[in-house]
Each structure stands twice: as C-alpha cells, then as structure tokens.
C-alpha cells in the first residue's frame, strides 16, 4: 500500500534489514533524502517517527552542521543574481552582515539560532555605536538588520532546511517616528538671510551652499534628489529640473543611482529667481553635475558635506531644525497656500495621499481663523 506525501517510504533489503527515505525538500537546487536503517520494520519505523518529531519541534537540516554566517553569504549572493535590487540595497545589506550580524550570529549552526538569541543580538546592538561615530546605533538600523535576519530564515524555511523561522517572533526595535517641523515665514526669511551670509564669509570653501539650499527649499526635494542633477537635467528655457537620479553614501562609498519609485522620477518647475541663481552657479560648476566636488567637477558632492555646511548655516544663524525639514517647509507651503493635492504630489514624487498629508502642519494664524469661525452665531 503507498504511503501518503511526508510519510516517507519503506522497503526491506535483500538481506532481511529495513531501509526508510524520508523527502527533506530542496536545498541549494538539489534534492534532499534522510536515509534510515534498521533491523526490523519496526525498527524504522520508530527512527522515520523520531525524525518526524524533530523536525516539528526544531530545526533541521541534514546539511548538518551549516553555519547561520555561511548561509547568510549563500542568500545573499542568490539574492544579488536572481533579483533586481539596487546597488545602494545590497551594499546596505552587505555593511549589516560583514560588520554586526556575522560577527555576533554567523558561527551559530543555522538549525540552533534561537528567538533569544536574536533578541540578545538586538539588545547588545542598541547600546553599541556607530562604527564611524560616536553616536549609538539607531533602532532603523536594527531594524534593518532583522529584515535581513527574518528575510534569510525565510528563505531556508522555503528551502526545508528549518521548519520554522525563528525571527518571526523575536522583538523588533520600535522605530520613533520623528516629528516633522516645518519653517514659518518668519524662520525661512531667517534661514534664507543666513544661508547668504554664510556663502559669502570668507572661510566658507564651497560655491554650493546658498545654489543648493535654494533650490532644496524652492523644489522640496530630497537631499540626494539635488545631488544627483546635471546640468542636462537643468532646462533653463522651460524654468525646470528634472530629477533622474539620487546620490547616496554608504560605508563611505558614494552611490549615483535612479530613485526608488517611478513617481520620484519627476520635472519640477523653478521660479526665475532660482532660474537666475542657477545661471551663475553655472559659472563655477562647469562640469557635469550641478554641485560638484570642488576638486572634480564630474563627481557629485558627498550628502555628508551639504549636512555639514547646513548645520554651519544653523549656526551661523541660530536656528535648529533638520535638512529635511526644508522638504516639509515646501510642502507645508504649497497645501497652506491652496495648491491643490495632486499638484503637489507630481511635484513632491509622492504616490499616496496618505504620505502627504503627513506634511499638513497647523498654520497658528489659520488656526486662530477656524477658531473664530462661528464666533458670530454666539
């Protein structure tokens, strides 16, 4: 009589004894058996039950004694062959893996890693710092290297090396959202007074400082977004931009690659005050890119550099706030000043209404307008 799928099969040899195969699924694209021997029929038939209740109650692998760390490299070079992901993803993943998760997890044997294990992990990392700083790891940073732990395991329990992903239940750092800030008229007056002030001390190197900031400012677009223009993306006639392709950083490697969602991928339209200000920064920047290296006009600036002259800028001028708050401050103004959603979707690279409405902030003079609203029935 056949035994049903993930019974296993059983035969008796030519010499009287019994042998049992039991189907471990697929690993590395080639199939998996455990074989079985016994004297007797019941013999096997205890082991093949044995085996069953191992791989119910742990992991299993018949591949032994595989380390979680050399699975982890396995994964990751499937992953870059078979799937399209950006340079920018896979060298996050591969800074995660080299320099946290392998060092502390990748000697463990895959089938005796352990929920408390990985919380163990994620607790040393909370209290660790940042390799090229001295600020403490931040919970996105844990929270990426969980994805890429969770992500693994859920590949080996597709693969039949692990009945269970043991990630799934291990505690994921909360991530605080941070709070959006967004300038009034009075603090972009200020912010924009001082950006030209600091552009034209005599110890500021850079001819970037008060083109970039502007035009953050102007268009709301993300830092790496400015980053990433050439001047072929510049179109003066026309008075816009056109964002193709964002700049980012990486374990000190600088990335040029195209943005994340199609929507991101967008003409912006600039005032002719910004229009102008471009034209001569065109006079400097006679390379490909608009804010170049001063040492190379063909190479983007670092994002690192326009954080450090925007937080001299706040300096200079007293102010405290983030670089992406600019971003927020161009929003805000566009849905304050009756711009309509959709408008300011194309011109923000949003796809969700959701994600925008994210950016209302209450305007106090506005405000104060709602609240006498029905002063006159009263």
């Not at 994921?172 to 912010?191: G, H, Q, S």
Request: charged share 30%; with cysteine.
């Amino acid at each position: 009589m056949a035994r049903a799928k993930g019974e296993g099969t059983i035969s008796q040899r030519k010499d009287g004894s019994w042998i049992a195969q039991y189907d471990l699924g697929t690993v590395n694209g080639k199939r998996k058996r455990k074989t079985l021997t016994g004297k007797t029929k019941k013999d096997v038939l205890q082991k093949l039950n044995d085996l069953k209740v191992t791989l119910q109650t742990q992991t299993y692998t018949d591949i032994n004694r595989i380390s979680f760390g050399d699975y982890l490299l396995q994964w990751f070079e499937l992953k870059k062959t078979l799937q399209q992901i950006k340079a920018s993803t896979l060298r996050g993943y591969e800074i995660n893996m080299r320099m946290h998760i392998i060092p502390e997890l990748g000697h463990i044997q895959l089938q005796k890693l352990t929920t408390s294990m990985i919380n163990n992990f994620y607790a040393k990392k909370m209290k660790q710092n940042c390799f090229d700083s001295e600020k403490p790891l931040s919970a996105t940073t844990i929270l990426r290297m969980h994805n890429i732990i969770h992500n693994c395991l859920e590949f080996a329990v597709r693969d039949n090396l692990i009945i269970r992903n043991v990630a799934d239940h291990a505690i994921r750092p909360k991530v605080r959202k941070k709070e959006m800030k967004a300038l009034d008229n009075n603090e972009i007056k200020k912010f924009v007074q001082a950006v030209k002030e600091y552009q034209s001390l005599p110890s500021t190197r850079t001819k970037n400082v008060y083109p970039s900031l502007m035009l953050t400012l102007s268009t709301g677009c993300r830092r790496g977004e400015i980053l990433g223009l050439r001047w072929k993306n510049v179109d003066f006639r026309n008075k816009t931009v056109k964002i193709e392709e964002t700049v980012l950083e990486l374990g000190g490697d600088v990335i040029v690659e195209t943005p994340k969602t199609e929507k991101s991928r967008r003409t912006i339209s600039i005032p002719d005050e910004m229009v102008e200000i471009l034209k001569r920064h065109r006079q400097y920047a006679k390379g490909t890119y608009v804010f170049p290296v001063k040492n190379n006009m063909d190479k983007p600036m670092k994002p690192e550099n326009v954080v450090r002259f925007f937080r001299a800028v706040l300096k200079h001028a007293g102010m405290k706030f983030r670089f992406h708050d600019l971003r927020h401050t161009n929003i805000s103004q566009m849905l304050l000043n009756g711009v309509d959603l959709s408008t300011a979707m194309a011109r923000s690279g949003h796809s969700q209404v959701s994600t925008l409405m994210g950016y209302c902030h209450t305007n106090i003079e506005k405000e104060k307008e709602a609240g006498n609203l029905f002063a006159k029935f009263i």
